[in-house]
């Protein structure tokens, strides 16, 4: 999600700092908190010492912080976790044993079209997948992963406009990055029930995906395999993939 100007208030700088921690700077000192934010030292040390008393972060031995207990707590009563993730579970694993390839789960996130990514909500691999870049609460560009191609798919003609009034990264040699091309991959996803993508994301993989309809109280929702080059028998994997969505569908509704 993008960030928001929300004042310069207590709980907008909690949240500048809860934002400084990502996946490749988990554990950050205050010196490094303080210079990432711009806020004093003095001021940083203070802020921490509340974050800290209320669980949302843990000091380290080695006098970093580390996203705390209690954060992790809450964000598990997320409708996300608790109805999403825990009823795609057995789906996902019986996709899984299926294929013996990488599953992931994403829904669409973002304030605006121009922002949105993948959020990756549930995966599921084993020692014979391939590896991959997702990771459980990670995001994705859309145009690049297969969920992402998926939840482009579920999306109406305005919402697409703004979409493409932001540029695409190129994440590989084999991404694509202008609009009638992908606009046409989003037409064909629709027609067959299924988007792929082929090296877009990562040189070697392949993925199959399906969308979700619509599930009341839930974000758009996808599901994927995500397979080697050499492994990947489309004929084979995309009715997999579109079965399980259904089934994952019927049960999200039945909750």
Not at 9 to 32: E, I, K, N, W
Not at 41 to 48: D, E, G, I, K, V
Not at 50 to 76: A, C, D, M, N, S
């Amino acid at each position: 999600m993008t960030e928001v100007d929300t004042g310069d208030g207590p709980l907008a700088r909690a949240m500048h700092v809860l934002r400084c921690f990502t996946a490749d700077a988990s554990a950050l000192s205050a010196a490094q908190l303080a210079a990432q934010t711009g806020l004093p030292l003095s001021t940083m040390h203070r802020l921490l010492a509340q974050l800290t008393g209320f669980g949302l972060l843990e000091r380290t031995p080695g006098h970093t912080y580390t996203i705390g207990l209690r954060l992790w707590e809450l964000g598990e009563l997320s409708p996300l976790s608790l109805r999403l993730r825990e009823t795609a579970l057995p789906h996902m694993l019986r996709l899984y044993e299926a294929t013996g390839e990488n599953v992931h789960l994403a829904v669409l996130d973002g304030v605006t079209p121009e922002a949105s990514t993948a959020l990756f909500v549930g995966r599921v691999t084993g020692q014979g997948s391939i590896p991959t870049l997702s990771r459980m609460g990670g995001r994705q560009p859309l145009h690049t992963t297969g969920v992402g191609k998926a939840l482009l798919s579920t999306r109406d003609e305005a919402w697409l406009a703004h979409y493409f009034t932001a540029p695409l990264q190129r994440e590989t040699t084999r991404s694509i990055t202008d609009e009638p091309r992908l606009r046409d991959e989003i037409e064909r996803a629709r027609s067959r029930g299924y988007a792929t993508t082929r090296e877009e994301m990562t040189l070697g993989n392949v993925s199959v995906a399906a969308a979700l309809p619509r599930v009341d109280g839930l974000p758009p929702i996808a599901l994927g395999l995500v397979v080697h080059l050499e492994r990947a028998d489309e004929r084979r994997l995309a009715p997999l993939v579109q079965q399980t969505a259904r089934d994952l569908h019927a049960d999200l509704r039945a909750r």
